[in-house]
Structure formats: C-alpha cells, structure tokens
C-alpha cells in the first residue's frame, strides 16, 4: 500500500512563490511515475505536470509552462516549484504515482494524496 502525501500548501500575495512537495510512504514506488494535478472550486480536476520514473521526461499543461516546475528528489519524492502566482492558480494540488506515464498525463493514477490548498490574492 502507497501513501502520498503532499505538503507547502498556503496562501500567498499574486506574483508570489510556493514550493509543494509530495512524499511517500509504505511500499516502494520503484518505476513509478508522478504527478500533479489541481482542482479549483466548482471546475474539473485538470492535469498540471508530469515526471517520469527516471526524471528524464516531463510534460506541463500548456498554460503553466513557464511558471511551474516539476522534479523529483528521490523514488519517493517529487516537488512543484509554483512561481509568479496568479489567482486564478488557486485550487487544491494533488499528487499522484502510476507505474505508466500515460496514465499520469490522462490524470489516471493508482495513487493519489489527499491534497493541499494553494490560494493566491489578488
């Protein structure tokens, strides 16, 4: 069984810096690729980024490229850097693990976190 577990959630000024991280625990999560994923009120939960198993292949929605980087510490770590910030990236940030990418970049996984609020004010 695989529990992750996001953290560096807050609320931050427009234009500011958050950095989440999403840890793991419980089996191993060799081979696994991760994700992050966000779901802002009342809208569907839309893909943000990807990172494979090895770290050498990563893919962003469209509109965050730029702003948002994806890494990964360890087999059981990744991290969201989120910088210039607007209010409209307010929403709660999920990670997730799956032993295929596509999944990941389809938002299916056969893990998830619990999540972490990310607010942003104008």
């Known amino acids: 069984q695989v529990h992750l577990v996001e953290s560096g959630g807050g609320s931050v000024r427009t234009g500011g810096s958050l950095r989440l991280s999403c840890a793991a625990s419980?089996?191993?999560?060799?081979?696994?690729?991760m994700g992050w994923f966000r779901q802002a009120p009342g809208k569907e939960r839309e893909f943000v980024a990807a990172?494979?198993?090895?770290?050498?292949?990563e893919n962003y929605a469209e509109s965050l490229k730029g702003r948002f980087t994806i890494s990964r510490t360890n087999a059981k770590t990744t991290h969201l850097q989120m910088d210039s910030l607007k209010p409209e990236d307010t929403a709660v940030y999920y990670c997730?693990?799956?032993?295929?990418?596509?999944?990941?970049?389809?938002?299916?996984?056969?893990?998830w976190g619990q999540g972490t609020q990310v607010t942003v004010s104008s």
């Open positions: 997730a693990a799956d032993l295929t990418y596509l999944r990941i970049l389809r938002l299916e996984a056969d893990y």
């Open positions: 990172i494979s198993w090895s770290g050498a292949t």
């Open positions: 419980g089996s191993t999560l060799s081979g696994h690729s």
